[in-house]
């Protein structure tokens, strides 16, 4: 088989991806405007509890929402929001910027690992600016749920590719913290131990270089010890039990988490292909951290390969453990996506650098970017966002003529919280009226 060989200059190829990336953002800025409703949802009236209370800065960084804290993401939203009259659209393109940001780095951590850039690394734009996580712009709207973790994992891959190991730990340090603090990254807090304590295991360090990792590894478990004060124990379903009673549905249901970002459907009898892809995961990942060891530490493909696929892999465990109950199709849900999307880019950095040159590697490579090219045409997350967005402003406009919950709750076809008196729903739409922000922004 022969494969057609594609020569460009470097200045071709940084235009081509320059234009993926602008023409990818402009898409999600104008699915953003059509599906995005300036209404507070379902989660939302909980998570910025805190705005609503007037709490400190620091409260809201460790505000608990489920078993996560709010971190970073709370303290920009609350910029965003202030700044804005509450505007929902708003952290909806707060929520976009920050995946944009994510897609740069994950472009600079293929100049940093690979070298010069090819035309393949069109995949990090079409993989991290995509409309295909639908809640992080047009459900619930969370900086603290998906993109801020987006992008935490890439800074933390970039800062393996650092040469100085005194800052490189430094670095880890000041990333983890924030991960740790900041929504499902928290998992991070349990891989980053490891890897500081295999970095200051390397030959030939100096004795400041093994400090350095000492003291990081130190404040790592510090942080995690941090995370865990005072959290309350808070399954996000009232199903969840462990172990579950089948538990052999783990394996399809981790299956589906990982295969989602590609909008591939896999419901063939008996989950046999997400079962398959669950275990090719596993198997590529433990490939990925044995080439890791195997190095000693001293190759940074390896090195970022293993964490992000690592976490990755662990990510879809632990939903899979907490969500089963709810019914392997939960498996699909768009909150997950960007939480996997940096585990299928360490694969395309596997194949992009990891593989020799030759037709196979382009035939990989022709492969992962045509995927990526044809989830993007997938109408799946223009159907969620119509449907969603369909509900949310129904329950807008209805509550903006006859200002009761209940009655537009029955209208909409969907209450805009399960429970209202659990989160003072009335009280905190009361407030937002008397300031004239949110949905009152729009009488």
């Known amino acids: 088989m022969r494969l057609p060989q594609v020569h460009l200059t470097p200045r071709s190829v940084a235009w081509i991806i320059a234009l993926a990336f602008i023409a990818l953002a402009a898409r999600l800025a104008l699915f953003i405007d059509r599906y995005a409703v300036n209404l507070l949802y379902l989660d939302e009236w909980d998570f910025l509890a805190g705005l609503f209370d ?12 489920g078993l996560q804290r709010q971190g970073l993401g709370n303290l920009i939203t609350a910029v965003v929001l202030d700044q804005t009259g509450w505007n929902g659209k708003a952290v909806a393109a707060a929520s976009a910027v920050t995946m944009v940001l994510a897609g740069l780095a994950a472009l600079w951590l293929v100049r940093r690992v690979c070298g010069r850039l090819r035309v393949w690394d069109v995949a990090a734009p079409l993989l991290f600016v995509t409309t295909t996580s639908v809640d992080s712009y047009v459900i619930t709207p969370n900086l603290a749920h998906g993109p801020l973790p987006a992008l935490y ?14 800052r490189r730990a430094v670095l880890i340090t000041a990333i983890n913290f924030l991960a740790v603090n900041t929504g499902f990254t928290v998992l991070l807090g349990a891989i980053t131990p490891v890897v500081l304590l295999l970095s200051a295991c390397q030959s030939g360090l100096r004795g400041r270089e093994r400090a350095a990792y000492g003291a990081a590894f130190a404040a790592s478990v510090a942080t995690l010890a941090h995370f865990a004060r005072g959290l309350v124990w808070a399954p996000a379903v009232v199903c969840f039990e462990f172990p579950h009673q089948r538990p052999w549905e783990y394996v399809p249901f981790v299956g589906r988490v990982l295969a989602r ?36 530490g001293n190759s940074v493909l390896w090195n ?23 019914g392997i199709p939960a498996a699909e849900s768009a909150r997950y996506i960007p939480y996997v999307l940096p585990g299928l880019f360490a694969i395309y950095l596997v194949l992009r650098c990891g593989l020799p040159s030759g037709r196979w590697q382009t035939l990989a490579l022709v492969l992962l970017v045509s995927a990526c090219v044809i989830k993007e045409g997938s109408w799946r997350s223009r159907r969620e966002a119509t449907h969603e967005s369909g509900l949310k402003r129904a329950w807008h406009d209805c509550y903006l003529s006859v200002h009761d919950i209940g009655t537009c709750n029955a209208s909409a076809g969907r209450a805009v919280y399960p429970v209202p008196e659990a989160t003072n729903l009335q009280q905190k739409l009361d407030w937002l009226e008397a300031r004239g922000y949110n949905l009152f922004q729009d009488r």
């Open 261 to 296: 970002p590609l909008d591939l459907r896999i419901t063939l009898p008996g989950e046999l292909l997400a079962s398959t892809v669950a275990v090719a995961a596993v198997g590529l990942t433990m490939y990925a951290i044995f080439r890791a060891l195997r190095s000693r």
């Open 304 to 326: 970022v390969a293993s964490v992000l696929m690592g976490f990755t892999l662990v990510f879809a465990l632990v939903t899979a453990v907490g969500r089963v109950c709810t």
């Open 153 to 166: 994992l890439m800074a933390y891959a970039l800062t393996l590719t650092v040469g100085s190991h005194v």
């Open 54 to 65: 007037g709490a400190n800065s620091w409260t809201l960084f460790r505000w608990q929402h």
